[in-house]
């Protein structure tokens, strides 16, 4: 069964830069047809899905944030990663990591942004 777990700082200050980081287990992120993902939810708001990378390393990303936002990873360790740059009071959601083809987030963190 795979699993996803993220991690990294709750608080964040403004013009900073958020980075997150997706453990999975159960699965490899290399596997062919895996897309692993990043989505967030703002407090009061829908979720926003933010990018992926895909089995052989192509990134997409979401237009509105695709100027801030870089997805890479770590084969190694089974991880893939988030970096939100400049980030502002808006930038403070729950961050989930989810794998795609399989169907399943992490239990999503939260990071808030304030100085």
């Known amino acids: 069964q795979v699993q996803l777990r993220e991690s990294g700082p709750g608080l964040v200050k403004p013009s900073q830069t958020l980075a997150l980081t997706c453990t999975v287990s159960?699965?490899?992120?290399?596997?062919?047809?895996?897309?692993c993902s990043w989505i967030r939810q703002p407090p009061g708001k829908g979720l926003e899905w933010m990018g992926l990378?895909?089995?052989?390393?192509?990134?997409v990303y979401s237009p509105s944030l695709k100027s801030r936002t870089s997805i890479s990873r770590d084969t190694s360790k089974n991880q893939f990663t988030l970096q939100l740059s400049s980030v502002t009071p808006e930038d403070t959601a729950v961050y989930y990591c989810?794998?795609?083809?399989?169907?399943?987030w992490g239990q999503g963190t939260q990071v808030t942004v304030s100085s």
């Open positions: 989810a794998s795609l083809n399989a169907g399943l």
């Open positions: 159960g699965g490899s992120i290399t596997a062919h047809n895996s897309y």
């Open positions: 990378i895909a089995y052989d390393g192509t990134t």
